[in-house]
């Protein structure tokens, strides 16, 4: 228990304060209990221990030479990012910052990454790099947040029913724009359509206008690509860079996404509008952008934000930025601005000390003494600094009113303003004392649920002890919204006390147990006068629970990830279930659809068979209940919505009750052939308008393989009762695992052999577009890691032309449907993350992904006993065209045949005619006598 409590408090205390109010808590009759923006519902989730996905989405567009030409959004962005890594020292919970730019198109540039400080000079080196990234075409908001949400979707995917805190810090220096291509070379740049209008020709002013709408309407529908966002639980971040009057019209539709509405009067953005979506910042130089970014910079909770004037000659305290410090808020960190050339700054201890913070040399710290107290400080730019303050160990000096103030020596800004954001890390945090005392059955009531305060090392803390004061409200929020207040307003004489739960007509599933904390600090006097304390904003914390059913009756999962789909959607995927009783899924049921794509028509998900009482699923020990996901149509987007199954004890269907799950499943349009063929045709009919020919040379040219540093590992693997197996024991990557580089040409090459397996770089039908790699291997099948993971048959896998940090799942036909083996393609300098990333992607996927090979290979199955039959000579080598291979001696002993292929496809290192003994990752074929144990890939058969 107390580790769980520590949890929570290193989670939550390394963060400032929040900066929005919680709603008022409401009864259940009442209308739903909701944080009042999804950015509250964020950060309560981070504290509540959640892990944390942040994106950068940056514009490229080439008018930032004009709005940025000092590259003030990478510097904002590194102080954001040092800002962040702070907040993850010493806390236990990851927050993982992801970066990508955008014009028209999408890009990443850095793939997620757990930031600490250790990782911190990696991240801030990418981010420079933006400062070269000013050269992109257009300003494409769709494109753009369609990437960031299949970013985020598989982000969190990988975690499953775990819960994920997920943002997007979306910045732009212009509105939704789209251009004209003009020319042939525009076209191959750039693309003569967009997915959301696959039959617009952006090769006309009125067409590109035109896009422009389209966009804007698929974005704002409902149910358009912004709901989409906000019910798969991503908050936004919207900052938009004018010039030095910036034009605040010019970012209304910004707002619209980020906020649900353009502001007073403004028109509304998508339907899922309550809670508020997110934040929108505008900014017009290095100062405001530098203050927009703090406020994001602790994801746990918002700072205090103060408006002054500017002393005139000497430091006054009536324009002074003022707060209270006492032993419960041991850190502060405050942002500071204003709006006048030539100033000073300086800061006022509770003993009326004052203490100058000279300017110096920008963007370098320094470092005083105040007693036994701490000050960083930083100027910024000219006009910005930012001050770090940490009590002592024995707390001297530190209790009491702090002053910050900005003064101007010439007099001249008697009219001008000064901001500060304020952090003040409080280390107290409410706690639900007796979780695991108070299980959550629906139709119970709890007698004693519990809640009080724990300090930052997650022990108990009297509330009677604070010299100031403190209010805790408890609220029980479930699946539908609604929520059940537990207790309101506690204060610190009552924390502790028992309170009861009512659990009659509650829903079954996931829900939070949300806890909201108000201090204030305690008051002081200041040259014999009576300061109050400061009001702290409240510290909340969300704690995922589960309502269960009574002990009789299944559990089922809380959410089903159906994957992505490109095409018509058939998508298939399993939900957990515990316990016994019996499941089914009415037929003819109605998706509760919440965000979708617009073109999809109907859908529907089934449970096989499962319709009724009398064809459910009995289970008896849990299993996981196969769904199955089918549209009508194809489209572009995400469809999040919620099933409703019956549950209910075995043999008692009168006693069946619903229970709603969530669903949602990505979906993507494949290129339209027949209209490609068409055009094709046309244009080859009518003559030279569009040099096909030169596109495809030029496509060609391109299409490679690229030559950086290839590592690659083949693993026999099996699926049993849904869980991947490697060698018999559940799957996971060894220290010897992508131990081998895979020589590539430096210039890159248009085909490779790893293992016997045939990778080919291909240009595709469209002479627009990237290319791809085709992996191919006699009488075998395989599926890919990389969307859409296969050919139209669904049994021939294919790559994205970097074809590293990667996987293969492959399967020899007519053998053991449960078995297969999965090939590893990784940077031959893979870090220690993006390896631990890679297994834990296999693990979820590949059982999944093969039932869906199993279903396109209809072919019959040998007996297991000839599992792993390999065909023409099992897997092969790494082989290539020039030089012998590593591991081959003059007795042609075991080891790795002719080596690497790249170039022309060559014949197989391992498996022919070559007596090399069996290579590594080879199954023996059907003449041969296969290993008595758990097959060793690097070791001689039967090891």
């Given at each position: 228990?107390?580790?769980?409590?520590s949890?929570?408090?290193a989670?939550a205390l390394a963060?400032?304060?929040?900066?929005?109010?919680?709603?008022?808590?409401?009864?259940?009759?009442?209308?739903?209990?909701?944080?009042?923006?999804?950015?509250?519902?964020?950060?309560?989730?981070i504290a509540g221990g959640?892990a944390?996905?942040?994106?950068l989405?940056?514009d490229?567009s080439a008018s930032?030479g004009?709005?940025?030409?000092?590259?003030a959004r990478?510097?904002a962005?590194?102080?954001?990012v040092?800002?962040?890594?702070g907040?993850?020292?010493?806390?236990?919970?990851?927050?993982?910052?992801?970066?990508?730019?955008?014009a028209?198109?999408?890009?990443?540039?850095?793939?997620w990454?757990?930031?600490t400080?250790?990782?911190?000079p990696?991240l801030?080196?990418?981010?420079?790099?933006?400062?070269?990234m000013?050269?992109?075409?257009?300003?494409d908001?769709w494109?753009?947040l369609d990437?960031?949400?299949?970013?985020?979707?598989?982000?969190a995917a990988?975690r499953g029913?775990?819960?994920?805190?997920?943002?997007?810090?979306w910045?732009?220096?212009?509105g939704?724009n789209?251009?004209?291509?003009?020319t042939d070379?525009a076209?191959?740049a750039?693309?003569?359509?967009k997915?959301?209008?696959?039959d617009?020709e952006?090769?006309?002013?009125?067409n590109?206008i035109?896009?422009g709408?389209l966009?804007?309407?698929d974005?704002?529908?409902?149910?358009?690509?912004?709901?989409q966002?906000?019910?798969?639980?991503?908050?936004m971040?919207?900052i938009?860079?004018?010039g030095a009057?910036p034009?605040?019209?010019?970012?209304?539709f910004?707002?619209s996404v980020a906020?649900?509405?353009?502001?007073?009067?403004?028109?509304?953005?998508?339907?899922?509008?309550?809670?508020?979506?997110?934040?929108?910042?505008?900014?017009?130089?290095?100062?405001?952008l530098?203050?927009?970014f703090?406020?994001i910079?602790?994801?746990?909770?918002?700072?205090?934000v103060?408006?002054?004037g500017?002393?005139q000659?000497d430091?006054?305290e009536?324009q002074?930025?003022?707060f209270?410090?006492?032993a419960?808020?041991?850190?502060?960190?405050v942002?500071a601005t204003?709006d006048?050339?030539?100033?000073t700054a300086s800061?006022?201890n509770?003993?009326g000390k004052q203490?100058q913070?000279?300017?110096g040399?920008?963007?370098?710290?320094t470092?005083?003494?105040?007693?036994?107290?701490?000050?960083?400080?930083?100027?910024l730019?000219?006009k910005t600094?930012?001050?770090?303050m940490?009590s002592?160990?024995?707390?001297?000096?530190?209790s009491?009113l702090?002053q910050l103030g900005?003064?101007d020596p010439?007099?001249t800004?008697?009219?001008?303003?000064?901001?500060?954001?304020v952090h003040?890390?409080?280390?107290l945090l409410?706690?639900?004392?007796?979780p695991d005392?108070?299980?959550l059955?629906v139709?119970d009531t709890v007698?004693n649920?519990?809640?009080?305060l724990?300090?930052?090392?997650?022990?108990a803390?009297?509330?009677?002890s604070?010299?100031g004061?403190a209010?805790?409200?408890?609220t029980?929020v479930?699946?539908?919204?609604?929520?059940t207040?537990?207790?309101?307003?506690?204060?610190k004489?009552?924390l502790?006390?028992a309170?009861?739960?009512?659990?009659?007509?509650l829903p079954?599933?996931?829900?939070?147990?949300?806890?909201?904390?108000?201090?204030?600090?305690?008051?002081?006097?200041?040259?014999?006068?009576d300061?109050?304390g400061t009001?702290?904003?409240?510290?909340m914390v969300?704690?995922?629970?589960?309502?269960?059913?009574?002990?009789?009756?299944p559990?089922?999962?809380?959410r089903v990830d159906?994957?992505q789909?490109?095409?018509?959607?058939n998508?298939?995927?399993?939900?957990?279930?515990?316990?016994?009783?019996?499941?089914?899924l009415p037929?003819g049921?109605?998706?509760?659809?919440?965000?979708?794509?617009?073109?999809?028509?109907?859908s529907a998900?089934?449970?096989?068979e499962?319709?009724?009482?009398?064809?459910c699923?009995?289970?008896t020990s849990g299993?996981?209940?196969?769904?199955t996901?089918k549209?009508?149509h194809?489209g572009?987007?995400?469809?999040?919505?919620t099933?409703?199954?019956?549950?209910?004890?075995?043999?008692?269907p009168?006693?069946?009750?619903?229970v709603?799950v969530a669903?949602t499943?990505s979906?993507?349009?494949?290129?339209n052939t027949?209209n490609f063929?068409?055009?094709?045709?046309?244009a080859?009919?009518?003559?030279?308008?569009i040099?096909?020919?030169l596109?495809?040379?030029?496509?060609?040219?391109?299409a490679?393989?690229?030559?950086?540093?290839l590592?690659?590992?083949?693993i026999?693997?099996t699926?049993a009762?849904?869980?991947?197996e490697?060698d018999?024991?559940?799957?996971?990557?060894r220290?010897?695992d992508?131990?081998?580089?895979v020589?590539?040409e430096?210039?890159?090459?248009?085909?490779?052999?790893?293992?016997?397996?045939?990778?080919?770089?291909?240009?595709?039908?469209?002479?627009?577009g990237?290319g791809?790699?085709?992996?191919e291997s006699?009488?075998?099948v395989?599926?890919?890691?990389?969307?859409?993971g296969a050919?139209?048959?669904g049994?021939?896998?294919?790559?994205?032309?970097?074809?590293?940090?990667?996987?293969?799942?492959?399967?020899d036909?007519g053998t053991?449907?449960?078995?297969?083996?999965?090939?590893?393609?990784?940077?031959?300098?893979i870090s220690?993350a993006?390896?631990?990333?890679l297994?834990?992607?296999?693990?979820?996927r590949?059982p999944?992904?093969?039932?869906?090979?199993n279903?396109?290979?209809?072919?019959?199955?040998?007996?297991p006993?000839?599992?792993?039959a390999g065909g023409d000579?099992?897997?092969?080598?790494?082989?290539?065209?020039?030089?012998?291979?590593?591991?081959?001696?003059?007795?042609?002993q075991?080891?790795?045949g002719?080596?690497?292929?790249?170039?022309?496809?060559?014949?197989q290192?391992f498996?022919?005619d070559?007596?090399?003994?069996?290579p590594p990752g080879r199954?023996?074929?059907p003449?041969?006598?296969p290993?008595?144990?758990?097959?060793?890939?690097?070791?001689?058969?039967g090891?």
């Amino acid at each position: 228990m107390k580790r769980i409590l520590s949890l929570l408090a290193a989670t939550a205390l390394a963060l400032p304060v929040a900066g929005v109010l919680a709603a008022p808590a409401q009864a259940a009759d009442e209308s739903p209990v909701r944080p009042v923006t999804m950015v509250d519902d964020f950060r309560a989730c981070i504290a509540g221990g959640g892990a944390t996905d942040m994106l950068l989405l940056v514009d490229e567009s080439a008018s930032l030479g004009d709005r940025d030409p000092a590259n003030a959004r990478v510097t904002a962005a590194e102080y954001l990012v040092k800002q962040l890594a702070g907040f993850t020292d010493g806390a236990e919970s990851t927050l993982n910052v992801s970066i990508s730019v955008f014009a028209n198109e999408y890009r990443n540039v850095k793939d997620w990454t757990a930031l600490t400080p250790a990782t911190l000079p990696d991240l801030q080196g990418s981010i420079a790099s933006l400062k070269s990234m000013t050269k992109g075409m257009e300003t494409d908001y769709w494109t753009a947040l369609d990437g960031a949400r299949r970013d985020l979707a598989a982000k969190a995917a990988t975690r499953g029913d775990a819960p994920s805190c997920q943002a997007v810090v979306w910045f732009t220096d212009g509105g939704l724009n789209f251009e004209p291509r003009t020319t042939d070379a525009a076209k191959k740049a750039f693309g003569s359509n967009k997915s959301f209008a696959p039959d617009l020709e952006l090769t006309t002013r009125k067409n590109t206008i035109e896009a422009g709408k389209l966009a804007a309407e698929d974005i704002c529908r409902a149910g358009g690509l912004a709901d989409q966002l906000r019910s798969s639980k991503v908050a936004m971040f919207g900052i938009g860079l004018g010039g030095a009057t910036p034009e605040e019209a010019e970012f209304n539709f910004m707002k619209s996404v980020a906020t649900g509405t353009a502001g007073k009067g403004g028109t509304e953005c998508g339907k899922l509008t309550t809670p508020i979506p997110g934040e929108f910042h505008l900014a017009s130089g290095i100062d405001s952008l530098l203050m927009a970014f703090d406020g994001i910079s602790s994801p746990g909770r918002s700072p205090l934000v103060q408006t002054s004037g500017i002393c005139q000659i000497d430091f006054c305290e009536d324009q002074a930025h003022r707060f209270v410090l006492d032993a419960t808020t041991p850190q502060v960190r405050v942002l500071a601005t204003a709006d006048a050339d030539g100033i000073t700054a300086s800061m006022v201890n509770p003993d009326g000390k004052q203490i100058q913070l000279p300017r110096g040399e920008l963007n370098k710290e320094t470092k005083l003494a105040d007693g036994q107290n701490t000050i960083l400080y930083t100027w910024l730019s000219e006009k910005t600094l930012t001050v770090s303050m940490k009590s002592g160990s024995s707390g001297k000096g530190w209790s009491g009113l702090w002053q910050l103030g900005f003064t101007d020596p010439a007099g001249t800004s008697k009219d001008k303003v000064s901001k500060s954001s304020v952090h003040i890390s409080g280390n107290l945090l409410p706690v639900w004392l007796n979780p695991d005392e108070t299980p959550l059955h629906v139709g119970d009531t709890v007698p004693n649920a519990q809640f009080g305060l724990v300090d930052q090392n997650g022990d108990a803390v009297d509330a009677t002890s604070l010299l100031g004061t403190a209010q805790l409200t408890a609220t029980l929020v479930d699946s539908q919204g609604k929520g059940t207040v537990i207790v309101r307003e506690l204060d610190k004489n009552s924390l502790g006390t028992a309170a009861s739960m009512d659990l009659k007509d509650l829903p079954v599933g996931p829900a939070q147990m949300r806890l909201s904390l108000t201090l204030t600090t305690a008051p002081t006097t200041f040259k014999g006068k009576d300061v109050p304390g400061t009001v702290l904003e409240p510290a909340m914390v969300s704690v995922p629970v589960t309502l269960t059913p009574p002990a009789d009756f299944p559990v089922l999962g809380s959410r089903v990830d159906f994957g992505q789909a490109e095409g018509v959607p058939n998508l298939n995927a399993k939900l957990a279930a515990s316990g016994s009783g019996c499941v089914w899924l009415p037929d003819g049921q109605e998706l509760k659809v919440v965000a979708s794509p617009s073109d999809i028509g109907g859908s529907a998900i089934t449970l096989g068979e499962a319709k009724s009482a009398e064809s459910c699923i009995s289970i008896t020990s849990g299993a996981d209940l196969p769904l199955t996901f089918k549209a009508e149509h194809a489209g572009n987007g995400s469809i999040n919505g919620t099933i409703t199954m019956m549950i209910a004890p075995d043999g008692e269907p009168a006693k069946a009750m619903a229970v709603e799950v969530a669903f949602t499943a990505s979906l993507a349009k494949p290129l339209n052939t027949t209209n490609f063929i068409l055009a094709l045709v046309v244009a080859l009919i009518l003559g030279p308008g569009i040099p096909l020919l030169l596109l495809y040379g030029a496509k060609w040219l391109v299409a490679k393989i690229p030559g950086s540093s290839l590592s690659a590992e083949l693993i026999p693997i099996t699926v049993a009762y849904g869980q991947l197996e490697r060698d018999g024991g559940p799957f996971a990557l060894r220290p010897t695992d992508l131990v081998q580089l895979v020589p590539m040409e430096p210039g890159g090459t248009r085909s490779l052999s790893i293992f016997g397996v045939d990778f080919k770089a291909r240009t595709g039908l469209s002479p627009l577009g990237t290319g791809y790699v085709s992996v191919e291997s006699p009488n075998r099948v395989g599926i890919s890691s990389a969307y859409p993971g296969a050919d139209s048959t669904g049994t021939q896998a294919r790559l994205p032309l970097a074809i590293h940090n990667h996987w293969v799942l492959l399967r020899d036909r007519g053998t053991d449907p449960q078995a297969g083996y999965v090939l590893l393609l990784a940077n031959g300098d893979i870090s220690a993350a993006r390896r631990q990333a890679l297994e834990d992607d296999i693990k979820r996927r590949l059982p999944e992904m093969l039932g869906r090979l199993n279903e396109a290979a209809t072919e019959p199955v040998l007996e297991p006993a000839l599992a792993g039959a390999g065909g023409d000579g099992g897997f092969g080598g790494f082989s290539q065209n020039t030089g012998q291979g590593f591991g081959q001696d003059a007795n042609q002993q075991q080891g790795f045949g002719q080596g690497f292929a790249s170039g022309p496809a060559q014949q197989q290192g391992f498996g022919q005619d070559q007596s090399w003994g069996t290579p590594p990752g080879r199954v023996p074929g059907p003449e041969e006598t296969p290993p008595a144990g758990p097959y060793n890939p690097w070791g001689p058969p039967g090891a």
